[in-house]
């Protein structure tokens, strides 16, 4: 049963974030793409539970500010070395230029992030990441997106 919820947000995440991607209304009124990242935190031992309420705020203020898209969003916790926890948060933000000009308020969130977390495996304890939207249906019939030459895959 779990394993069907996973795949069923799996499958709906995928779509999401398709949908993102090719529709140009998304874009800011200047033309600026939105810009999906995918956030890594590495929570301090003792601060698990406090970094996911600030996880939280930190979508529910984006949200309020009109910084981010409604979907793609999906928030993932797991562990690592045993007992070490981690989150990872997928999400699009409107305009792609917001991080780098992000308002007072996604600021002090961040910084409280950054007192939750510690550098982990040679990683930074809080790392954005840029990724790309694939294709997943198309994937999944081997169909590459990127290579209009590509053959699908038969069984």
């Given at each position: ?21 090719v ?6 009124q ?5 810009e ?45 070395d ?32 950054n ?41």
């Open positions: 049963m779990r394993l069907l919820f996973c795949f069923s947000k799996a499958v709906g995440l995928s779509a999401a974030l398709l949908l993102c991607s529709n140009p209304e998304l874009h800011s200047d033309g600026t793409p939105p999906t990242v995918m956030v890594t935190f590495h929570a301090k031992p003792g601060a698990e539970a406090e970094l996911e309420r600030v996880i939280t705020q930190h979508w529910a203020t984006a949200a309020r500010m009109n910084l981010v898209l409604a979907i793609p969003h999906l928030t993932l916790r797991g562990t690592e045993g007992n070490k926890t981690w989150f990872a948060e997928i999400f699009t933000w409107r305009d792609a230029g917001i991080p780098d000009a992000a308002p007072e308020a996604i600021r002090k969130i961040w910084d409280q992030k007192r939750l977390v510690e550098a982990r495996g040679g990683k930074p304890g809080l790392d954005f990441i840029p990724v790309s939207i694939v294709d997943a249906a198309a994937t999944a019939r081997g169909i590459a997106t990127e290579r209009p030459d590509a053959q699908p895959s038969r069984p």
